[in-house]
């Protein structure tokens, strides 16, 4: 499956983005999802993540209450991330990512399929 990030760009502190995940050659329904982030120098650091039904879902403590993560398994074959109040410190590459199945949603070995990531910069 070959996953394809959108909807990052720049946004002043305090604003939202939604960033989209879209699946081709395949159907995410198969897989656990995850976003993840990168700052340059830094190591890839998890996000979020979303089981098969969407059912259950984790977030890093440093974006909990202000991200949300969703799926559609139908036509839309697609993963979202809302993120709001955005802080300068979200600043990164963001990630998605899909795995057969873990119980190590935190770990980036967890999944076997990545995007190419889309940048997000929150700067006044």
């Known amino acids: 499956v070959q996953l394809v990030e959108s909807g990052g760009g720049l946004v002043q502190p305090g604003g939202s983005l939604r960033l989209s995940c879209a699946a081709f050659?395949?159907?995410?329904?198969?897989?656990?999802m995850g976003w993840f982030r990168q700052v340059s120098g830094k190591e890839r650091e998890f996000v979020t993540a979303?089981?098969?039904?969407?059912?259950?879902?984790?977030y890093a403590d440093s974006v909990k209450g202000r991200f949300t993560v969703s799926r559609d398994n139908g036509a839309d074959n697609t993963m979202y991330l809302q993120m709001n109040d955005l802080k300068p410190e979200d600043t990164a590459v963001y990630y998605c990512?899909?795995?057969?199945?873990?119980?190590?949603?935190?770990?980036?070995?967890?999944?076997?399929?990545w995007g190419r990531g889309t940048l997000v910069t929150v700067s006044s």
């Open positions: 050659g395949g159907t995410i329904s198969q897989y656990l």
């Open positions: 990512a899909a795995s057969f199945g873990s119980s190590r949603w935190r770990l980036p070995r967890s999944y076997s399929y």
């Open positions: 979303i089981s098969r039904s969407g059912g259950t879902t984790e």
